[in-house]
Every structure is written in structure tokens, then in C-alpha cells.
């Protein structure tokens, strides 16, 4: 039986400029680099509360990546949709989908990471949020 999920992988053309692109307006951490047998270059990631992994991988020995619309996408949480709005103004960026708000405070978001693939940011509930400043 699978006990628990470790990494996702992602193949890319340009591997420095997305590793760049999910450190600096992501805030991801890079865990480590490696060559791999086969001669993939490899860069692991994660975000600061969690212990998944994403990797990047830069083959092209395997031809060249085109992603389609709508293929995949991966989903972090963000504590305000606006916030990250601003944020992404820094590096000339914006939403390419949304803020889209519910009635509970939550809500969603899309950026396009820089091979196409798209990148979900979501808020958790208002409720979700008080609860954790009283617990605190």
C-alpha cells in the first residue's frame, strides 16, 4: 500500500528560469540538485509548510515540452489572494484567472508558471483563520 505521497514531477525546457520563477514569486525552498543516471538535471522544491516535494526536471534528450491548456496545474494555499495580487505586481505578473470569492472568505486564483504551467493559489475560509488566531 502507498503510505504517503513524496513528490510531482514537472519536465521543462528552461529549467533555471522556472527554478527562479518558484523561488522568487512563490517562495518555494530548493531541498537539493542532482544529475540523475540518465543524465536528467534535477531541482527538488517545497513550500515552507509542507513535505512534498515538486521536481523540475530538464531533459531534452526527450524533445522539447509543450503543455497544453488546462493539462495540469499544482494549488498552494496563500493567506490573501489580494496580498499575493501585490505581490505579483513586484515581478510584473498577474492573475491569469480570478480572484474568484466565496460568501466564507475563501477563494481562488491562477498565475502561468513560465513553461505553461498553470499555478492555483487559494485562500482558506475567513472562519478557517480566526480559529487559528484563537488557538494561537
Known amino acids: 500500500m502507498v503510505t504517503k505521497l513524496l513528490h510531482t514531477r514537472y519536465r521543462l525546457n528552461d529549467l533555471e528560469r522556472s527554478v527562479q520563477f518558484y523561488k522568487d514569486v512563490l517562495g518555494l525552498i530548493e531541498v537539493r540538485r542532482h544529475k540523475s543516471p540518465r543524465g536528467s538535471e534535477l531541482v527538488f522544491l517545497k513550500a515552507p509548510q509542507s513535505e512534498e516535494l515538486i521536481e523540475l526536471c530538464y531533459f531534452p534528450a526527450s ?74
Not at 495540469?72 to 491569469?96: P, Q, W
Request: overall charge negative; proline content about 7%.
Open 63 to 136: 524533445g522539447p515540452v509543450q503543455v497544453q491548456p488546462d493539462l495540469t496545474h499544482l494549488a498552494f494555499e496563500v493567506e490573501s489572494l489580494e496580498a499575493f495580487g501585490r505581490h505579483l505586481e513586484k515581478f510584473g505578473l498577474k492573475y491569469s484567472d480570478g480572484p474568484v470569492f466565496k460568501d466564507d472568505g475563501s477563494g481562488f486564483a491562477f498565475i502561468d508558471a513560465p513553461e505553461g504551467y498553470e499555478i492555483e493559489l487559494m485562500q482558506r475560509p475567513t472562519q478557517f483563520f480566526l480559529a487559528m488566531d484563537k488557538q494561537a
